[in-house]
């Protein structure tokens, strides 16, 4: 067995060279590298080895010894704690360059045909990147200690709550509703889940606000249909948040880290909230999938629809297409569009958003596009233009191959995961050339990064 040059509990010296796919800053000792969460390129840091083994470590800074220019206070009082942000103590466009960055790293690893010659823009951020999400997603659990029910997210790599009342990234009436839902079921001391147990009745709160209508839906995940105090809690509701327009229940009994489960039961008001974007209205029903930055979603379908450059009588794929944000933008130009999603309620959303847009020219269907695309193309569907808008595991296979076999003369591609969009890289540019990757910053502080890609036929 190769030994480790580094043990754990060891204290060493680095330079960092560069931050890694999760924001952490990576550096080298003795030609082995070592990951520091938190620490940045051009500094020289002291660092404790946390884990070791033969090709890498993992360490925890100890000090920064010389700080970057770049290195800024994080806000957050609980940033070291809390797993939902990595750049907070980065300045802000220094994170811009990072993400580009950072498609570089990925491009440089999976060598797609030409990539050497792509042409990578600058990516696109936020004027004020703060306070931007539209969905809070926070976990429950009852506080041995205090005897309260607290919601929040948990640290990174654990299970370990970290209680939140006042999230920055979070959209403020978000998590006034959050905070209001909390106190209520602390009032009437209603039953938390306990993964340990398996024991319980409330998992999660999920709320969502529909930036440009207002609309704010709470939606319970419960271990069962059932739920106690349920009339007294929703009167509550409507008297401390007449904000609130939907009250749902979702049922999630696996012990599981899917957050939700396959039924969703209505409780008070509308089933869906609606939002603007690019002048086009949408129903989000619970389970929809939906942009958590609807600012700087209008502008990535903005790109998107710009590489597409749809003219008339042009017929569009939308892929993955959720709610039918993206094939909406551009039905209005286009001769016909289809689009496909393994979510029912999103595709019959994305079916009502049509009818009240009023376009007939749409086509929506339940299914993978791995397996709709094909079946459509089989049957002489030929798209002009394909928009491809694929979860962070990136095209299927059997997609990629029905995208090589049958080439639509346009191609966009819309990741979130540069990786796999890299890989995916790979394969497509066999039959099409790169014209550009865009990448817009949809979620400041984190590492994370949308890029949007012109592809055309070779």
Known sequence: MAETIVKTGQTVPLKIKRLGINGEGIGYFKRLIIFVPYALPKEEVLVKITKATPRYAEAELVKVKKPSSQRVVAPCPVYYECGGCQLQHLAYHAQLDFKKDLLLQALEKFKPTGFRHFSLLPTIGMEDPWRYRNKAQFQLRKNKKTNQIEAGLYQANSHNLVPLTDCLVQEPRTQKVMNTVVRLLNKYDLPIYDERTNSGIFRTIMVRVGIQTGELQ?????????????????REINERLPEVVSIMQNVQPQKTSLVMGDETIHLWGKEAIEERINEVTFDL???????LNPE????????????????????????????????LSVAKYAKEVRGMDIVPQAINDAKKNATRLGY??????????????????EEGFQPDGIIVDPPRTGLDAKLTQ???KHPAKKLVYISCNVSTLARDLVELTKCYQVDYLQSVDMFPQTARCEVVVKLTKK
């Open 360 to 377: 007939d020219n749409t086509r929506y269907e339940v299914g993978t596009a791995e397996e709709l695309l094909p079946k459509w193309l």
């Open 402 to 404: 029905a995208l090589l």
């Open 296 to 327: 700087q979603t209008k502008i990535l379908y903005q790109e998107g629809i710009k590489a597409l450059a749809i003219e008339k009588d042009e017929t569009v794929v939308d892929a993955y297409c959720g709610v039918g944000t993206i094939g």
């Open 218 to 234: 709470v939606v319970f995940i419960t271990r069962s249909q059932k739920f106690p105090q349920k009339n007294a809690l929703i």
């Open 285 to 291: 029903s619970p389970r929809a999938f939906f942009q």
